[in-house]
């Protein structure tokens, strides 16, 4: 049985909402490289709340674009980049400093940050790019695990693109 949430994300001083329609394409805990750096960068902003978990992961729901939406302080959001021609960007309300989403600006979805729902949360659903996790993360074995991304990863999004052209 899963733990209703309410389906906006907020900022950790609440100035900054986003508003979701319907459920995650997925919950996941990803360990990349890219993905500890740019949580190291979000984390150094100043007063910024903690974006890594202490095994080294970042958790994330995945939404489709089409599901998410700015219903409050769309002028406070502010996007960091690793490097200037990276095609990801994380998304932070600058009142804060609160990690919102991780935008992969090729794709049709945003990595929402899990913490932005609360303690109610959805769960997460996999583990990946554990190939790359720090040497003192323990992974805790609460869900799937892989060293990659997984053809379930890739297939739950595949679904959702689909669903997205068709209008579902």
């Given at each position: 049985?899963?733990?209703?949430y309410?389906?906006?994300?907020?900022?950790?001083?609440?100035?900054?909402?986003?508003e979701?329609?319907g459920?995650?394409?997925?919950?996941a805990?990803?360990?990349?490289?890219?993905?500890?750096?740019?949580?190291?960068?979000?984390?150094?902003?100043?007063?910024?709340?903690p974006?890594l978990?202490?095994d080294?992961?970042?958790?994330?729901?995945?939404y489709?674009k089409?599901r998410?939406?700015?219903?409050?302080g769309?002028?406070?959001?502010?996007?960091y980049?690793?490097?200037?021609e990276?095609?990801?960007?994380?998304?932070v309300?600058?009142?804060?400093?609160s990690?919102?989403?991780l935008d992969f600006?090729?794709?049709?979805?945003f990595?929402?940050?899990r913490?932005?729902f609360?303690?109610?949360?959805?769960?997460?659903?996999?583990r990946?790019?554990?190939k790359?996790?720090?040497?003192?993360?323990d992974i805790?074995n609460?869900v799937?695990?892989y060293?990659?991304?997984p053809?379930?990863?890739?297939?739950?999004?595949?679904?959702?693109?689909v669903?997205?052209?068709?209008?579902r």
């Open positions: 049985m899963t733990t209703a309410e389906p906006i994300a907020r900022c950790a001083c609440g100035s900054v909402e986003l979701i329609t459920s995650p394409i997925m919950g805990a990803c360990y990349c490289d890219d993905c500890q750096e740019g949580a190291r960068q979000v984390e150094a902003l100043p007063s910024a709340r974006v978990e202490p080294g992961g970042t958790e994330y729901l995945l489709r089409d998410v939406r700015c219903s409050k769309s002028d406070l959001m502010q996007a980049r690793i490097k200037p990276s095609p990801t960007q994380r998304v309300a600058t009142c804060c400093n990690a919102m989403y600006q090729k794709g049709h979805w990595s929402v940050y913490a932005r609360g303690s109610n949360a959805p769960p997460l659903q996999m990946i790019q554990t790359f996790k720090p040497e003192n993360g805790p609460d799937p695990s060293a990659t991304y053809f379930k990863f890739v297939a739950k999004l595949m679904v959702a693109r669903a997205m052209l068709v209008g």
